[in-house]
């Protein structure tokens, strides 16, 4: 199986390959006469669509107008019916076959696999391997999304896009996280169940999305849990208080997305089609 804030105690909780985007260094094409303004033109007006979908890796601008004249582009919800629309990048949400793609040159999103041993934090001033240190000058302003305790390993995403980062880890969203962990003992048939129908902690009730036994040997059992909460240490903490007590524990998936076959300590930038499907599911 295979990041905690200045507290290393403080668990996993906030709030990948994931899925193929569009090329981002695809060849774009070269200036089209009807891009270019005229004389009258109006700059607060916007650009044209098909330059902003070229320019964001979609296809070249030829290919993007037959995608508009085919119906698959909708600007803010609406299909493009016309040609040659002009749409503020900074502003308007764009998607391609029903997908929100990111636009704006200024965002970016990460997937890291936090190594175990590693504190989830830019920075520690007490010079423990945090995350600032694996990131280091990859992207202006970046921040993790929620926390992942020291010895906590697997999915933490990293974003410069503020709104973006607070609706992943704002529990009224509800976002998914998926953990797999490794457990001494053996799983009661009924506990599933059983955590899906909540159980009493100190700190309150708390219920699992889901819960399924993934391998059982030699007494020890790994089991995938799934939920949405945000306490400190829920995981842990869930899976001690019903006699299954925690070796290693792994997130494997932020909503949709998957940490997959990433190695420990490896960074990604998330494609256009990833980030769409996360914007879409916070309302972005």
Known sequence: MNGAPDDP???????TGGGEGWSEDMELAPAHPGDRPGPDSDDRDGERLQKVLARAGVGSRR??????????ISVNGAVVQVQGMRVDPARDRIAVDGVRIEIRDDRVTYAMN????VITAMSDDRARACVGDMVGDLAKGLVHVGRLDQDTEG?????????????LAHPSYE????YLAQVSGSVPRDLARRLRAGVELEDGPVKVDSFRVVDTHAGQSVVEVVLHEGRKHIVRRLLAHVGLPVSRLTRTAVGPIQLQRMRSGSIRRLSKEELGTLQELVGL
């Not at 290919?63 to 698959?72: F, P, Q, S």
């Not at 995403?157 to 609706?167: P, Q, S």
């Not at 976002?175 to 998926?178: A, H």
């Open 9 to 15: 105690t403080q668990d996993d909780d906030s709030t």
């Open 63 to 72: 290919v993007c107008e037959d995608m508009i004249e085919a119906g698959r």
């Open 114 to 117: 936090k190594p175990p041993g």
């Open 155 to 167: 999915l933490l995403l990293l974003t410069n896009d503020g709104e973006l980062a607070h609706r």
């Open 175 to 178: 976002v998914r996280k998926t």
